[in-house]
């Protein structure tokens, strides 16, 4: 078995004498897409903060290719982890191309020219997002969904192996959620995802960690975490899976609870 790129060992978190997370252990492997689920406040913010060394753990270890993260310089973490928060602030003297332009910053040293290969870099993560015609636009003329995906594309053109969103199909209409998701999960990186979609979250990534008040209520593959009484547990309102033909996965279904009797099949 190849070795994890990402290993998390009983990591705890304590933030002004609040326990935020608690015993957090996973390992994930090269071009793995792990999706962070659970209800607001649960700590997903939180556990990805740590995964880029925004914050320091309180105890336990996060290891990044097979050393601590903390044993990583600020650069050799750029080069090789992207971050894609939830919502991200423009820069508004900044056009799209731009933006996309600092993510060469980390393979770069001071004063080295931009190639004909970062140009085709950009170029392609423009394509990818769907960002062509709006690469001479200043950031603060974007939607909210525009300046979504031109972070994304930043993200593509920094080329890390490891990619960290934050709820990324934020403020995306149903098209580009689906998109950007497929478009992530082609990339063969070692990607972790906070969604707050479920059925986003079952379609397209690999394995579920089910957070709740800072600890692991479930963690595997979709179809195992997943499961109605866990849902309705943790989420605290009745849920089902309703089996549509032609899917391959169920779709999770949250209903108000004096439905049911109405809704029990």
Sequence with gaps: MPSPVLQVKDLNLQLAQRQILRHINFSLSKGRMLGVVGPNGAGK??????LHGELLPTSGQIW????????H????????????VQSPVPVFSLTTEQLLMMGLVPHKRWLDPTTSEDRQHIEQALLKTGLI???????????????????????????????????????????????????????????????????L???????????????????????????????????????RLIQQPGLTRPIIHFYPAEHGAMHAD
């Design 45 to 50: 913010s939180s556990l990805l903060k740590l």
């Design 64 to 71: 990044l290719k097979n050393r601590p993260l903390q044993a």
């Design 73 to 84: 310089t600020r650069r050799e973490l750029a080069q090789q982890v992207a971050v894609v």
């Design 133 to 199: 015609s709006l690469r001479a636009k200043t950031l603060d003329s974007l939607s909210g969904g525009e300046l979504q995906r031109a972070f994304i594309a930043r993200a593509l053109v920094q080329n890390a192996r490891v990619l960290l969103l934050d709820e990324p199909t934020n403020h995306l209409d149903v098209h580009y959620q689906h998109q950007i998701l497929n478009l992530i999960k082609q990339l063969g990186l070692t990607i972790v995802c906070c969604l707050h979609d479920l059925n």
């Design 201 to 239: 979250a079952a379609s397209y990534c690999d394995d579920i960690l089910l957070l709740n008040e800072g600890q692991v209520c479930g963690l595997g593959p979709a179809d195992q975490v997943l499961q109605p009484d866990l849902l309705s547990a943790v989420f605290r309102q009745p849920c």
